[in-house]
C-alpha cells in the first residue's frame, strides 16, 4: 500500500484516465451540471489516510468546504496554513519524491443525474483547477489521476454513473512529483480551485472547434477545425452580422474561406463577431476577431502592424480567495488595466481561468499566454536533476503545454504562447516548442530561458538595464548579449525583443519607467514589456488584536518563505492603485503631445485606433486657481500619425504661475471607463520669470542665546520650541528615509550608479553609516539685530563622518525667513536616501491633520518617479498623504513644493513658502504621523506605534527608486550623492 502510494504521488507521468486529446473551453448547449458549491471535506495529514470512496462510506462526521476553494483559506488555520515562496521548494529537493507528511484533501458529494441523460453518449466530469495531484471515484469505481494545477482535465465517467443518486469522491495531495514543476511565485494554495462540471455529451454532437482567423485589408479568412464523430454531419457554421453559413457534409468538406468586409480585432478595437457551430445534436458558440500575427524581421507585427506591449505580469490572486476566480472583480480588474493604459498581459505563470480570456478578448488584450511550468527552486542546487532535459519528464511537459493550447486556442487576444517561465533550457522545453509549431502555426512562441535562441521566436529577458536594452535594440552586432555566444547573439538580434518581467513594482516604486518608453520608440526592434507584476499577493487576516491586514510570507510561521516579496504589484491587495500605477499610465499614455511657440502637436503612439474616441480638453491656472477652460478642436489623429494645432489664447499673469494643460479624455461611454476618463494629459510652463528675493547678507553677529522671539517663532538658547502659538521641535538634519523595497534590494544590476556596491543594499550602507541614529552637537549660536544664526555638527556613533548645519532665521517683510544650509564632510562613500529638516509638531489640542499645496501632486513622486506628477493645488489629509504600502517603508513625498499650508481640522495651523535654492531646485514635502525611524521597524502598518506628533519634512532632494528589489538600481541622474545643499522657507501663521 506504502509503495503504491509513493509511486503514485511522485509519478512523473501526468496522471491517467483523464480524457485525451485536450479540446478546447467551449461554449455547448448540451446538457450539465455545476458541481460548484458545498463538498464534504476531511482533511489529512499524510496521504495514506483510510480509504473513502466507497458507496457506504459514512461522511457525516466530516466538515463541509465549498468548491472551488483552497482549504488553507477556509476554517481560520483549522486545515494548515498557506505558504509563500519565491524560488525555493518548501519540501526537500529530492525529485521526484515528495514527503510523507503529505496534507491530504478528501471530498465527497452527492449528484443527481437525470434519468434523460441516458440518452447521452458520453458523460463526462471536467476538473478545471485541482492542486496539486488527485485522484477521481465515482459511486465507489476508481476513474483516475491528474496532475496540471492550472490546466483542465475530464474523464469519462459513463460506465461508472446510474440515474439518480451519485457520489463522486476526490482525493487531493498538496505535494506530488507535479510540484516540482509548480515553483512559480505565488502561495502555495492546495485544493479545487476552480470549476467542477458534469457534462453530457451527445451523440451527434462536437467534441471540438477551433476557429483559426486571420485578416488582410478588409478582408477575413476563417480555417476552421471541426472535431466530431462522422454521424455528427452535417455541421454548420453561421456569422450571422456577416451573413455567413457554411455547412459541411463531410470532414473532408471543412476547408478554408475568406468573407470580405470584415472589421480587424485588436486590443485597442477588440471588435468581436459571434459564430455557432451546430449539429443536429448541439450548438457551441464563439465569439471570433480576425486578426493575423507573424514576426516579420525583427518586428512582431498583428495585421501588419509592430506592437508595442505595455504590459503586466498577472497572477490569479485575491486576498480572501486566493485563485479562486469571481468574474465580475476579473472583469473589474481588467477594465482598471484599460483604465491606466496597460494593453498587455502575460498570464504568469500557467493559464488563468478560462473565463479570464474571453473578457481579455472582450475588453481588448494583447495576451502572452503562459504554460503551467516554473522549476527554480532548481537553482538552490545548481539546477542538477532539473526535469527540463530529463527524459522521464518528457510526457509531462508535453502534457501542460497541449492541454494550454487546446483550451484556449480560440482567442483572438493570444498572440503569443509562453512554454512557462524559470525552469533552466532543456529538450523538453525543446520539444514543447516544436509541438506547439506543428500545431499552431499562427502564433510564435515565447521562453526567457532560451537565451541562445534556439527553439523560440522571439528574444526575451528579465530586468535588462537601460543600457543594456539600448544594446539589444541598436544594431551594434559587435556587442555580444548577455548568456549568449557571438553567434547565438547574432541569431537573436535578427528577432523581435521583448521584457517579459522588468521594472519590479515592490513597495514603492517603481522608477525608470520612462527611459524604457522611450528607447520603445527609439529602436523598433524593441516590443515593450511586462512589469512584475500587476497586483500585491497578500491574504487578509488578522493580528493578534483583531486588527486585519494583509499577509505575506512568514506571517503563517512557514518553514521557509520569500517574505514580502510577495507583495509586489501596481495594484495593491485592497485593489487600491499605487503611485507606481499612476506613473505607468503617464509613461506609456498612446499619445505625445509637444508645444512649439502657439502650437501643440499631438502624436497617435496607437496600433491601429484613430483618436475619434476622443476629445481633447485644456485649462490655464494662475498658482493652481482656474482661470479659463475650453475645448481643444484637433482633427481626427490616426494610429502613427501626428496633428499640429494651435494654442488657445493664454492669459499670463504676472503675479502667479501660468499652467496650460491639456487632457484627452473619451469622448463617449466603454466598457472599461465612463465619458471624460482621462487617457493622456501634458502640461505646458507659460510662467513669467519672477526674481527670487534675495539672501540679506548681515555682519553683526554676535553671540547670544537665551530667550528670544522672532515673529511666530519662539527660541529657548537657540533651539526652536514653539511656531505660531504651537509647540514644535526641530529643524533638526534628516538624511534617513525608512528604505522602501528596492533600498533593500541586493541586486547586482548597479552597473549605472558608482555609488552602490553590488549584493550590498543600499539600506544597509545607510545603516552602517549611522544615517538613521545621527546626533547633533551645536557649535555656536548668534543672533543679530533680527536674525538667529546657529551652526550645528550631525554624526553618528562609531563614525567620524559628519555634516555642518547652519540654520538661519530672520525676519523678512511681514514674514519669517528660515534659510539651511547643509554641508556634509569628506569621505562619504555611498548614496544618501534624502537630504531634508524635519519639524516635530506634537498634537496638543489640535493635531495637525492635513496639507494644502501648490507643487507637483497629487501623488507621491520622486526624481525617477514624476510623469504622472502634475503642477496645481492639491489638498489630503495626513493619513492619506501616505501609501498603506504592505510592508511600512518610505512614502508621501510630493516634489518641486511652491506653497504649503498646515491645517488642524480644516483650520490653517502655518503657511510656507519655498523658495528655490541657488541653482533654481525646488526642495519638496512630506507630513507623516510617523518618524522614518518608526516606519523602519515595522514590518506591518498595524505594527505602527500610536502617534501623538506629525512630523513635516522639507527635503532639499530625495534619492530616486529604481528597481533594485529584483531588477536595476537608480540611475545616476537620480542617484542622491552626498553634496551641500541649501532649504529656503517663509513661514507665516494661520
Known sequence: MLSELSAYVSDTAPGRGALRPARSWLHSDAPSRSLNGPWRFRLSATAAAEDFAADGFDDHGWDTAPVPSHWVLQGDGTYGRPIYTNVQYPFPIDPPHVPDENPTGDYRRHIGIPADWSDAERIVLRFDGVESVFKVWVNGVEIGTASGSRLAHEFDVTSAVRPGDNIVAVRVHQWSAASYLEDQDQWWLPGIFRDVTLIARPAGGIEDVWLRTGYDNGRGRVDPEVTADTTAFPVTLRIPELGVERIWSTASDVSPFDIEGVEPWSAERPRLYDVTVSTAAESVALRVGFRTVEIRGDRFLVNGRRVVFHGVNRHETHPERGRVFDEEHAREDLARMKRFNVNAIRTSHYPPHPRLLDLADELGFWVVLECDLETHGFDAVGWTGNPSDDPAWREAYLD???????????????????????????????AMSAWVHARDAGRPVHYEGDHAGEYTDVYSRMYASVPETERIGSDDSRSTLLNCTPAQ????????????????????????????????????????????????????????????????????????????????????????????????????????????????????????????????????????TLVESGELKVPVVAAGESERVPLPEIPVSRDAETWFTVDAVL??????????????????????????????????????????????????????????????????????????????????????????????????????????????RRLSVERAADALRTLDKVSAANSALSVLVESVWSIEGDGLELRVEIEPSSGWRTVWPRIGIRLDLPDGTSPVDGADWFGLGPHESYPDSLRAARTGRFSAGVRDLSVDYARPQETGHRSHLRQLTLTSAGATVLRVVALPDPRGRRPGFTLSRHTPQQIAQAGHPFELPDSTTSHLFVDAAQHGLGSRACGPDVWPDFALRPEARTIRLRITAG
Open 667 to 776: 469622448a463617449a461611454d466603454t466598457p472599461w471607463a465612463p465619458a471624460g476618463h482621462v487617457v493622456a494629459t501634458a502640461q505646458l510652463d507659460r510662467s513669467t520669470p519672477r526674481p527670487v528675493p534675495r539672501v540679506r547678507h548681515r555682519t553683526d553677529w554676535r553671540p547670544d542665546g537665551g530667550t528670544l522671539t522672532l515673529g511666530v517663532a519662539e527660541f529657548v538658547d537657540g533651539t526652536l520650541v514653539r511656531l505660531a502659538d504651537r509647540a514644535v521641535a526641530g529643524p533638526r538634519l534628516e538624511l534617513f528615509r525608512a528604505p522602501t523595497d528596492n533600498d533593500e534590494g541586493v541586486s547586482d544590476a548597479v552597473e549605472e550608479s558608482d555609488a552602490s556596491i553590488a549584493g550590498v543594499s543600499n539600506a544597509e550602507l545607510w545603516r552602517r553609516d549611522g544615517l538613521d541614529r545621527l546626533t547633533t
Open 400 to 430: 501542460r503545454i497541449r492541454r494550454t493550447v487546446e483550451r484556449d486556442k480560440n482567442h483572438p487576444s493570444v498572440v503569443l504562447w509562453s512554454l512557462g517561465n524559470e525552469a533552466g533550457t532543456g529538450s523538453n522545453l525543446a
Open 489 to 624: 547573439s547574432a541569431r537573436q538580434r535578427t528577432k523581435p525583443f521583448l521584457l517579459c518581467e522588468y521594472a519590479h513594482a515592490m513597495g514603492n516604486g517603481p522608477g525608470a519607467l520612462d527611459q524604457y518608453e522611450a528607447l520603445v520608440h527609439r529602436h523598433p526592434r524593441l516590443h515593450g514589456g511586462f512589469v512584475w507584476e500587476w497586483r500585491d499577493h497578500g491574504i487578509l487576516t488578522t493580528a493578534p488584536d483583531g486588527t486585519p491586514y494583509f499577509a505575506y510570507g512568514g506571517d503563517f510561521g512557514e518553514v521557509v518563505h520569500d517574505g514580502n516579496f510577495v507583495m509586489d504589484g501596481m495594484l495593491m491587495s485592497n485593489d487600491v492603485p499605487t503611485p507606481g500605477l499612476h506613473e505607468y499610465k503617464a509613461v506609456v499614455q498612446p499619445l505625445r503631445f509637444a508645444f512649439t511657440g502657439d502650437d501643440i502637436a499631438i502624436a497617435s503612439l496607437r496600433h491601429s485606433a484613430d483618436t475619434s474616441d476622443l476629445r481633447f480638453h485644456w485649462r490655464v491656472e494662475h498658482d493652481g
